[in-house]
């Protein structure tokens, strides 16, 4: 369960969010919004990248007193994800199945349904938009997370990459992992079985009304 407990983000003057109190129960969620309603700074601030005022807790961790625990139970995939031009995948997931206490194994099966396993050698800066999307969510499945939080995950994948991607969520769902997922798009997740529940960012706060 997240809850937030007098949340708030302002960058500068400006507040983006503000929670006094709301919770999420376990689940997989598409969250939607307009754009700039501050989908991903929620994401943002819900996996510790960036600062905020007030309390978030993550299954009775209090992210930001507990980094530690915090960067085991959550996991985050960005938008558009950039990583060092020069590492190539494998020194990638290497890293992260180190720093997340992961099985890089699990990661290069993942890898070869999604159809990047050919290019692991090579280094990020010579991959594709499509190519940088598919490691940064192989990435954010290492480990062993409790919540996955994907910004616009579908985005500028292929249809068959789509729907190994679907079943991938489903599959960690199905062990017990909540979703956060972003879209500002009406049909983002097309022809899915996904449980999924749908929340809205509006008037600054996280609601289940549109
Ligand atoms: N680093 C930043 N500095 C200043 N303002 C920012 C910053 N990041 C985001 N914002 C502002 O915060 C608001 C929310 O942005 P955010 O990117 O979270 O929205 P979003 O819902 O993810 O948008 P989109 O659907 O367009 O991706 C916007 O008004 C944006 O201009």
Redesign the pocket.
């Known amino acids: 369960m997240i809850q937030f407990i007098n949340f708030q983000k302002q960058?500068?003057d400006?507040k983006?969010m503000d929670i006094a109190q709301a919770q999420i129960e376990a689940g997989i969620y598409w969250l939607k919004?307009?754009?700039?309603?501050?989908?991903?700074?929620?994401l943002?601030c819900l996996a510790g990248l960036i600062p905020f005022e007030g309390a978030i807790h993550i299954n009775a961790i209090n992210i930001r007193k507990s980094k530690r625990l915090h960067r085991q139970l959550v996991n985050y995939g960005e938008?558009e994800p950039v990583y060092p031009p020069f590492l190539n995948g494998s020194e990638l997931i290497h890293f992260y199945a180190a720093a997340k206490g992961g099985n890089k194994s699990e990661c290069m099966q993942y890898a070869e349904q999604l159809q990047l396993h050919h290019a692991l050698q090579k280094q990020t800066g010579s991959y594709s938009s499509g190519m940088l999307k598919k490691l940064s969510l192989i990435l954010a499945f290492t480990g062993n997370p409790k919540w996955i939080l994907l910004?616009?995950p579908l985005i500028t994948l292929d249809a068959e990459a789509v729907a190994t991607m679907l079943q991938i969520i489903e599959q960690a769902y199905n062990r017990g992992i909540s979703f956060l997922l972003?879209s500002?798009q009406d049909v983002a997740f097309p022809d899915h079985t996904l449980p999924l529940q749908t929340l809205y960012?509006k008037d600054k706060t996280v609601t289940a009304i549109p």
């Open positions: 960058y500068g400006y983006v919004g307009i754009n700039g309603s501050g989908k991903s700074t929620l943002r938008a910004d616009e972003t500002h960012i």
